[in-house]
């Protein structure tokens, strides 16, 4: 009898290592927790089937309402979609270099303000912000607009044919901005404020304060001439935010940081003691994801993706080189010693520079107001300081000095309406308006918001004993880093 020969059984592979790629996946499956179990398989299988049922759904519900996209439509939002995100990235800037050059013992503080105030920021701008500043309709006539909450997302089939903006774009982006006009009052009221009353004083910025007077240089009029901002129609130049972002920001930051009153130490009678910040290493990489984020601050401001976009983003990057290379041949001359952080405030301040020109500066201006701006950001810093105004991190400077600069900088160097290229005062005039009349609207009004938080909450500054401690401690219970002893005070 013969005794058939049962073919040897191959070993499974204990290790992923071993196995072949037919026998990989279901290895791998096997090793993760629960897929062994065949119920977990099945509805793991039907995560793929329910997504494709819930595409197909999108795409029916919208098919028979809008056209086939466009390729100008899906490179105008994808462009400031992108933009928009490089933007809110900026928040990551601002964080790094104020806590860098702020003390070790009020790090987390400000990291926290960073991270809030932009969750903020989005909140209150997509309740009633943006609806302000771009969608109600005008109680007064290119001066105010009210009424409403949200905005309406529908993308309707013109927008596509058109190649325009769809609606929730264009909120991301201009959130951004409005997030950015917060974080700089961080920057001045750094180290003394009460954590809650600058988030209640946020709120009422973005929902309300910067609209108004955003709105007054970004509605542009119809084909009839009609229904824009007041400073718009007056013909007043601020492309990308100078004055209408970074001025008002920091605005309403140094009325805070007036009423606060110095941090302890800052003033010995008409001495001024240098408080260094605690990790510069941090603020120098705050500085360059600035930069980086200024890409699509000023580029992204020209809302579509046109031949304009780079030349805009070269003149970003000129003005912001001159500004650095200034600001340390300056602080060379006036202190013996090139200063790092005089460098990252002038290179910031190159940027502020052009921000309100930058698409109708020549190449050669560009460079030439971030130089200009990186001369006055240095001796700015020593003004502020001699009126014994306590700005930890220069932000008045950067972003107030520079962005009056930067507004002034368009009646003289724009290239078809500017004084210095043969068109006349004018131009200037409008400029200096603008300057003057969101300047007093943004210290007026915080200066109100900030005077009703004090006396409802029993002043806007931590105690003696708290500031002395650290806010890491006294607002927050924690401290940035644990595993080393502090040696600031």
């Known amino acids: 009898m013969t005794i058939a020969t049962q073919a040897p059984r191959q070993r499974r592979p204990k290790r992923l290592s071993e196995a072949s790629l037919l026998e990989a996946p279901p290895l791998l499956l096997h090793r993760i927790r629960g897929m062994s179990n065949s119920r977990t398989l099945t509805w793991m299988a039907c995560v793929p089937l329910a997504l494709f049922g819930l595409g197909v759904f999108n795409l029916s519900a919208h098919a028979a309402d809008l056209p086939e996209l466009t390729p100008a439509f899906l490179a105008n939002n994808m462009f400031l979609f992108v933009c928009a995100v490089l933007v809110i990235f900026m928040n990551a800037g601002f964080a790094m270099v104020e806590a860098g050059m702020c003390r070790q013992k009020n790090a987390v503080n400000i990291l926290a303000k960073n991270l809030i105030v932009f969750a903020l920021a989005v909140t209150a701008y997509w309740f009633i912000g943006y609806k302000i500043m771009y969608n109600a309709d005008w109680v007064i006539p290119g001066v105010l ?280 005062f004018g131009q200037l005039g409008i400029q200096i308006l603008g300057v003057v009349a969101i300047g007093l609207f943004a210290i007026v009004s915080s200066w109100i918001v900030w005077s009703v938080l004090g006396a409802l909450s029993g002043g806007i500054r931590v105690t003696e004993a708290e500031e002395v401690e650290g806010l890491d401690i006294s607002e927050h219970g924690m401290e940035a880093y644990p595993d080393f002893a502090s040696t600031s005070s």
């Open 145 to 424: 607009k009210f009424g409403g909450v949200f905005f309406d997302p529908t993308v309707t089939p013109e927008m596509v044919t058109d190649g325009a903006l769809v609606p929730s774009i264009d909120f991301l982006f201009q959130a951004a901005f409005a997030g950015t006009a917060a974080t700089i009052v961080s920057g001045l009221v750094a180290e003394r404020i009460k954590f809650v009353e600058f988030v209640i004083f946020s709120l009422v910025l973005v929902g309300i304060l910067y609209p108004i007077s955003g709105s007054w240089q970004w509605n542009f009029p119809d084909d009839a001439g009609a229904g824009g901002g007041w400073l718009n129609s007056l013909g007043f130049i601020d492309f990308a935010g100078s004055t209408v972002v970074h001025s008002f920001g920091a605005w309403a930051g140094v009325v805070g940081a007036v009423l606060l009153g110095p941090r302890i130490g800052k003033f010995a009678g008409d001495k001024t003691q240098a408080i260094p910040g605690h990790n510069l290493s941090i603020a120098t990489l705050g500085c360059l994801i600035l930069w980086i984020g200024w890409y699509g601050f000023n580029p992204g401001s020209w809302l579509s993706m046109a031949p304009e976009v780079p030349y805009i983003a070269v003149t970003t990057t000129l003005g912001a080189a001159g500004g650095g290379i200034a600001s340390t041949i300056v602080s060379q001359f006036t202190s013996g010693k090139p200063d790092l952080t005089m460098t990252i405030n002038g290179i910031l301040a190159g940027l502020v520079g052009v921000t309100a020109g930058c698409d109708g500066f020549s190449m050669p201006a560009s460079w030439v107001v971030g130089f200009i701006a990186g001369v006055i950001v240095v001796f700015s810093v020593s003004f502020i300081d001699s009126l014994k105004i306590d700005d930890p991190v220069g932000a008045f400077s950067v972003h107030g000095t520079c962005g009056i600069w930067a507004t002034l900088a368009v009646g003289l160097f724009n290239t078809d309406k500017g004084l210095l290229t043969g068109n006349g």
